[in-house]
């Protein structure tokens, strides 16, 4: 059995495509919402997520602004915790 690396500059090309695109930004719009932004998971999580889906070829601008969207919730949650 080959032990499986994750590349992080690949991720993107790897796990997502433009089947799963709108529904990967559906969960991430859920996650981020209202008081998402407090989860257990660390803000470089969330924007790591953001950053690698935005890296998926082919995506609409539609899609793409939401992501930008979502960037902005993350950078405002940031901006209130300083």
Do not use: V
Not at 23 to 40: C, F, Q, V
């Amino acid at each position: 059995m080959t032990k499986e690396t994750h590349c992080w500059g690949l991720s993107a090309l790897t796990r997502h495509s433009l089947r799963n695109a709108d529904a990967e930004i559906a969960h991430l719009e859920k996650a981020l919402a209202a008081d998402g932004t407090h989860s257990i998971f660390a803000q470089t999580y969330w924007r790591h997520r953001l950053y690698e889906l935005h890296a998926t070829p082919g995506l609409g601008i539609p899609q793409r602004i939401k992501l930008e969207k979502l960037l902005g919730i993350l950078e405002r949650h940031e901006g209130l915790q300083k």
